[in-house]
């Protein structure tokens, strides 16, 4: 385990220092096969859900691999982190996997710890050999540098040769690598240490709530649900109406429609999940038509809750159609999305005799999501919305797309000459400034340097953003956006 450890570590610096693509999910590979030895060594045996955890942890992982937007990777690796510490800790209940997500971090020091008494206490049957062989590794070093050194200024293409071959560190990078090493060994013995000694927080005890009257409980359920029907039928006279009749009323405006009620809605799936959670808590379950009465009326108000979040989405399609797709557009409509899933989740729990699997399947759900968002690549996608809203409407805001990343380059390739420049002279002057190994880099990443290769766009100028209308004091900083 402590020898995966150095791995880890010598990983993490070796990789992780010129970025992320594929060398994340290979550092993440070899702190699993630590964090298996050492569960092996304690007698753990692997089960189903921690093969769906690990799966899901590595699933996640593969999002830096694709895409080059910094904020979806970013939540695809904490996501990332979340599900391979639930795999480490195991949990059914809600404590174990809400607090397993963050369990492994409590592991850092006693990690280290463990480690080092670890290897203390090891009986090495062949320690007198050890100084031998360093001895031999020292003297071999030592030959081939000075003879390596006579060789290379003998001979131009020996030195070109053993130059290819010589690992260049530059000095500027030694700390950063330093400080890679240590996170990567301190992780990868955390995920060791919680391995073979996980924390239970499945046995933190949850007292059941105090069961209350039926009217006290039922009284206001019901009028909830009356409220919530009341709206599902206006909504359904909105659709059958039509959506422009409404439009064509005065002092509507279909800009503020369809953007505040999206968020007055989606603020209303998060309070109705919460008001889900506290009337299972406290409600009656002495009798059977006690829970009969409750799963109806839980059942029913996830029901028409399900027609709200619908609803928010479709203001939200409709909003996107007029003013085009945003990363905070795509983002609240993803999250509307996944409080849907949770309803469905909410809804099929309460009425199965048994509701066990609830808590993880809703923390998966979490992850599946985040890890689909990151796939389908966002910005990619906004790109490739707003193109073809100019195709069809000739209405584009460039400004905004020159700052999306390099995952937007396919669609906005596809541009107009000057829109087309306009959108990636900032993209193309990013890439032209850094240049990464491929295992550093994303495949979108690589996908966007052939077009640009192909069809290269100038690096300065603002005359084909003044063409289309774009401010350049938006674009030079001269102003803060």
Not at 378 to 407: C, M, T
Not at 410 to 429: F, H
Not at 430 to 452: N, V
Request: include cysteine; glycine fraction near 8%; aromatic fraction near 8%.
């Amino acid at each position: 385990m402590v020898a995966a450890g150095g791995a880890s570590g010598l990983l993490a610096a070796a990789l992780l220092s010129e970025g992320l693509g594929v060398n994340v999910l290979l550092w993440a590979l070899v702190g699993a096969i630590a964090a298996g030895l050492a569960a092996h060594a304690t007698g753990r045996r692997v089960r189903l859900w921690t093969v769906v955890w690990t799966v899901a942890a590595l699933t996640l992982l593969l999002v830096p691999a694709l895409i080059e937007a910094s904020w979806p990777v970013v939540l695809a690796l904490l996501a990332a982190a979340g599900a391979g510490s639930i795999a480490l800790h195991g949990g059914k209940r809600w404590p174990g996997v809400v607090l397993g997500a963050l369990g492994m971090w409590s592991h850092l020091i006693p990690g280290l710890a463990w480690s080092v008494l670890a290897l203390r206490n090891r009986q090495y049957p062949a320690r007198d050999r050890v100084v031998s062989v360093v001895k031999a590794v020292a003297v071999s070093l030592a030959l081939l540098l000075v003879f390596g050194a006579l060789f290379a200024s003998a001979d131009a293409a020996v030195a070109e040769l053993l130059g290819d071959l010589m690992p260049s560190i530059d000095a500027d990078d030694v700390p950063m690598r330093l400080l890679l090493f240590a996170v990567g060994l301190l992780v990868a013995l955390a995920a060791a240490h919680t391995a073979a000694g996980p924390r239970r927080f499945d046995r933190f005890p949850v007292k059941p709530g105090r069961e209350r009257g039926r009217l006290e409980w039922a009284l206001p359920l019901t009028a909830l649900n009356l409220l919530f029907g009341a709206f599902v039928a206006v909504q359904a006279a909105v659709f059958v109406g039509g959506y422009e009749s409404v439009m064509r009323k005065p002092g509507v405006l279909p800009a503020e429609y369809a953007r505040q009620g999206f968020w007055q809605l989606l603020i209303v799936t998060l309070l109705v999940l919460v008001v889900l959670g506290l009337a299972r808590r406290w409600a009656p379950r002495s009798t059977a038509g006690d829970r009969l009465m409750a799963k109806s009326l839980l059942s029913l108000l996830c029901t028409l809750t399900l027609v709200v979040v619908a609803s928010a989405l479709y203001r939200m399609h409709r909003y996107v159609d007029n003013f085009g797709l945003t990363r905070l557009r795509i983002s609240v409509a993803a999250v509307e999305i996944w409080l849907g899933v949770v309803l469905v989740l909410v809804l099929v729990g309460g009425l199965v005799a048994t509701a066990r699997w609830l808590p993880r399947a809703v923390v998966l759900s979490a992850a599946a999501a985040t890890a689909v968002f990151g796939l389908i690549s966002p910005d990619a996608l906004i790109a490739e919305q707003n193109v073809h809203r100019f195709e069809q409407s000739g209405r584009i805001d460039v400004g905004y797309l020159r700052d999306l990343s390099a995952d937007a380059v396919p669609a906005l390739d596809r541009l107009p000459e000057d829109q087309r420049t306009c959108a990636l002279q900032k993209i193309a002057s990013d890439l032209d400034a850094e240049h990464l190994p491929w295992y550093a880099t994303s495949l979108a990443e690589a996908r966007a340097r052939e077009i640009l290769r192909d069809r290269p766009v100038p690096l300065t100028g603002r005359s084909s953003c003044l063409r289309v209308g774009v401010r350049t004091d938006r674009l030079y900083g001269e102003y803060d956006y």
